[in-house]
């Protein structure tokens, strides 16, 4: 086994131990998985930066259920990751297609790596995805109307709802905040999570983008099932629960290399 997939098993049995148990100090976790404290310390401070967990004075514990990392923060963590699956999805996306795009760091990678493609009809809520795309000059822009979230460029609430409610797109492009091992899609907003769900009704397919650090991870608000959407995008493989459920609902798993 290579140093990296050491890592990363002992990443995710930190993440399912403190799940299951609760709080754990840094001494309890270095005894369980048989490293150093200075490795667990290492660990959990990884963690944290990919939003898995939330640090405390000496261990660590689940991350907000209700409260998502400030934006500029989101905007660097796992950013090559969000930039292969961007990349992986743009293979996917034909010219002349139409599509919606929801909020969020991953999709506004997805919106980067449409620059070149012919043609697009883009209906989206979030002003950073149609700020990228304006770039592109064969890019038809719709943009929702309702109320700006200041700190990242969202638009949402009852207005953005019922604009987007208005058409009927080929691929919605989404993101969302956490997976949970049951196949409940997560975010932590509701007036988001209803823009997304918006998107889901009226999008022929639905292509989920999501980086590893989104599978269990906490939030409170549910958009939604696995069995809603046609594809997920990823940068690892998902755990044997979610891949499961994605095999039973005919839904596709593109994995980024």
């Known amino acids: 086994m290579s140093e990296k997939q050491g890592n990363d098993e002992r990443h995710n049995g930190i993440v399912e131990l403190v799940a299951k148990q609760g709080f754990q100090t840094m001494e ?38 209700i409260e998502n990392m400030e934006y500029e923060r989101r905007q660097v963590v796992n950013l090559a990751a969000k930039q292969r699956i961007a990349a992986r999805l743009a293979r996917d996306v034909p010219d002349s297609a139409s599509l919606f795009i929801n909020i969020g760091t991953t999709t506004e990678q997805a919106a980067r790596a449409l620059l070149s493609h012919r043609n697009l ?18 890019c038809s822009i719709v943009m929702a109307g309702g109320k700006v979230r200041n700190r990242d460029g969202a638009v949402i609430g009852q207005l953005a709802v019922q604009m987007l409610e208005q058409f009927r797109a080929d691929i919605g492009i989404i993101g969302v905040s956490g997976i949970d091992k049951d196949g409940g899609l997560f975010d932590y907003d509701l007036d988001e999570v209803m823009c997304t769900q918006a998107i889901i009704r009226n999008s022929r397919r639905v292509l989920l983008l999501a980086d590893h650090s989104k599978f269990g991870r906490p939030a409170m608000v549910k958009i939604g099932e696995l069995t809603q959407i046609s594809a997920l995008y990823t940068d690892a493989p998902p755990p044997e629960a979610i ?15």
């Open 121 to 138: 009809r883009v209906v989206t809520n979030n002003i950073n995805v149609a700020k990228i795309l304006s770039d592109n000059p064969q």
């Open 243 to 257: 891949a499961a459920l994605l095999s039973s609902a005919g839904a596709t798993l593109e994995i980024a290399p």
């Open 28 to 65: 309890t976790l270095a005894r369980h998985f048989g490293v150093t404290v200075q490795t667990i310390r290492r660990d959990v401070n990884f963690l944290a930066a990919e939003g898995r967990l939330s640090r405390y004075r000496g261990g660590a514990g689940l991350s907000s259920s």
